[in-house]
């Protein structure tokens, strides 16, 4: 038996006003993902537990078929792992994106999806500038999405550290940021190093060519998603299943490092609508030779959710399902040893331009899969049967046994 997780990320949201109160899964055109369900069935789950932040961490951890809340130790510390970072004792990993602020608000909290090549400059000169001044590396990851490891000097300051509110920017477009920096015992260096990080990207060469290109520069470093080294017991241990991973994100790549999966690294693969998804397919159903369980993540939904472009979220959802869902269907048209699963891990919703929790629609289709009555894929449809999986981590270990027992 083989299985193929096909997620998008933040697929599921809320409905739209100026839509006719409909969401974008359902005015997207998504035959493939209809066909999906008419193969098999749809219904609800909920990937993110109750007390857990709505979150792609705690969603994909979901998805992957680990409880969140014995796996999850920090966003940072996996995304580090898939660097191949190994964070010693006294280190905590943060996310640092790259942002753009103008006057005190979160204009842009990717910094207008500046290019990996650009951030690589920038990140050098936090190197050379903050790397100095305070016990902090920085380390490259892909766009806006990069790493710094913070040592501390003893195991209290570790612990404050790891307890710190620290807010994911994407939860603050559009708002002052001074009320959302760091806050608890300890937050005082990481407000130090977000000011000091302005002054010293302020005029950078790399920001000015932007300017003259007509994008937004990168203004500030913002800290967050702050964690230890993760424990995590491995897939082959797990599940007795070997697996591979396919994403352009550091997050869903790391838990893959963390669960001994393989991460299969695409050209082309960039986390926005312009990403590689022939090239995703094509690697995912290859991995399918000599893996049992193959994961392949599209992030662009949620990226364009939390840009408030409904228009790029719908192309996004209609993308994934023609140039990933589709071929992965006719994959399974001559490979019936096969069980695929479609979901998203959250709610992205177009309103908030940020996370929400709650039931989210699964499809799933293959080998030993009776089919429900259901025809098409949305959140209400999904809310309108009898499925409700409420410990969503068990939908992959439903999926990966023998007999589906959904109820």
Not at 120 to 141: C, R, S, W
């Amino acid at each position: 038996m083989k299985y193929l997780i096909l997620l998008g990320d933040g697929m599921a949201d809320w409905p739209l006003p100026d839509y006719d109160n409909r969401t974008p899964l359902e005015i997207a055109h998504t035959p493939a993902i209809d066909d999906v369900v008419s193969r098999g069935v749809t219904g609800q789950f909920c990937p993110i537990p109750d007390g857990l932040p709505a979150g792609s961490d705690i969603g994909n951890l979901s998805m992957f078929g680990y409880d969140p809340g014995a796996a999850f130790r920090g966003r940072a510390p996996i995304e580090a792992a898939n660097q191949g970072i190994h964070l010693a004792d006294n280190q905590v990993a943060f996310r640092c994106n790259l942002v753009t602020l103008e006057d005190g608000v979160m204009k842009n909290f990717t910094a207008d999806h500046i290019s990996t090549e650009e951030a690589e400059e920038i990140i050098a000169v936090l190197n050379d500038t903050l790397g100095k001044e305070f016990p902090v590396k920085f380390h490259t990851g892909v766009s806006y999405r990069h790493c710094a490891v913070v040592d501390a000097s003893e195991a209290s300051t570790l612990d404050n550290m790891v307890r710190m509110a620290c807010e994911p920017p994407h939860n603050i477009s559009d708002k002052e940021v001074a009320p959302w920096l760091p806050k608890g015992d300890g937050s005082a260096m990481i407000h130090q190093m977000i000011a000091r990080s302005q002054e010293v990207m302020a005029d950078l060469p790399v920001n000015q060519r932007r300017i003259a290109e007509g994008k937004l520069p990168a203004t500030s470093a913002w800290f967050w998603g702050q964690g230890k080294a993760p424990e995590m017991e491995s897939y082959a241990d797990r599940f007795g299943l070997t697996g591979a991973v396919i994403s352009a994100v550091d997050l869903v790549m790391g838990i893959g490092v963390c669960a001994g999966l393989d991460v299969i690294k695409v050209p082309g693969a960039t986390g926005w609508i312009d990403t590689n998804y022939e090239g995703k397919v094509q690697a995912g159903l290859k991995a399918l030779d000599d893996h049992d369980f193959v994961y392949i993540h599209l992030e662009a939904p949620d990226e364009t959710a939390h840009q408030g472009r409904a228009d790029l979220k719908i192309q996004a959802i209609e993308d994934f399902d023609a140039r990933i869902v589709a071929p992965c269907l006719e994959y399974l048209d001559s490979h019936p040893d096969l069980r695929i699963l479609v979901a998203p891990d959250h709610f992205t919703t177009i309103e908030t331009k940020t996370h929400a929790g709650g039931p989210v629609p699964f499809a799933l289709c293959g080998k030993g899969i009776t089919p429900d009555d259901n025809t098409a894929y949305s959140e209400r449809i999904a809310a309108t049967t009898d499925v409700l999986i409420e410990k969503g981590h068990t939908l992959v270990e439903r999926m990966l046994r023998d007999s589906v027992m959904l109820f």
